[in-house]
C-alpha cells in the first residue's frame, strides 16, 4: 500500500486516479468532521465531497512532506465558515410546533 505522500506526488504528477485512493482512504473521516461542524447528515456529506474537490484543484500547492488529513480537516472547517458566512440561516435547525399550521410555519420562515 502506498503512503499518502507517495499517493499525493503521483496525483502532482497528473495521475489523478491516484486521487481516489487518497478520497477512498479518509472519506469516512472527512464525513465525520463534516457532521460535526454541520450537524446534518446531507450537508456533511456535501462539505466532504465539497472538500476533496477543492483539495484536488489545489493540490498543486500541497506539500507532500507534511501529513494530508489536517490539511483536509482545515479545509473543511474553513469550508463550513464560508457556507456559514455566505448564508447564515443554513444550519438553522428547523423547528416546528405539532400544533402550528405548516402553511403559517412556512409563510413565517420565508419573511425572516
Same mark, same amino acid.
Not at 43 to 65: C, G, M, N, Y
Not at 74 to 85: D, E, G, Q, T, Y
Given at each position: 500500500?502506498?503512503? &499518502?505522500?507517495?499517493? $499525493?506526488?503521483?496525483?502532482? +504528477?497528473?495521475? =489523478? ?30 462539505? +466532504? ?8 484543484? +489545489? =493540490?498543486?500547492?500541497? &506539500? ?7 490539511? $483536509?480537516? +482545515?479545509?473543511?472547517?474553513? $469550508? ?13 435547525? =428547523?423547528?416546528?410546533?405539532?400544533? &402550528? &399550521?405548516?402553511?403559517?410555519? $412556512? ?6
Amino acid at each position: 500500500m502506498m503512503s &499518502d505522500a507517495e499517493l $499525493l506526488k503521483e496525483v502532482k +504528477s497528473g495521475k =489523478i486516479k491516484k486521487y481516489g485512493e487518497i478520497v477512498e482512504r479518509y472519506m469516512k473521516q472527512a464525513y465525520s468532521v463534516a457532521l460535526y461542524f454541520t450537524g446534518d447528515t446531507h450537508l456533511a456529506w456535501d462539505v +466532504s465531497q465539497e472538500a476533496f474537490f477543492r483539495v484536488l484543484k +489545489s =493540490i498543486k500547492k500541497f &506539500d507532500t512532506s507534511r501529513p494530508f488529513f489536517p490539511y $483536509l480537516y +482545515s479545509v473543511i472547517k474553513n $469550508l463550513v465558515a464560508s457556507m456559514r458566512r455566505k448564508k447564515e440561516n443554513y444550519f438553522e435547525d =428547523i423547528v416546528v410546533p405539532v400544533d &402550528d &399550521d405548516p402553511q403559517e410555519t $412556512l409563510e413565517r420562515r420565508e419573511k425572516k
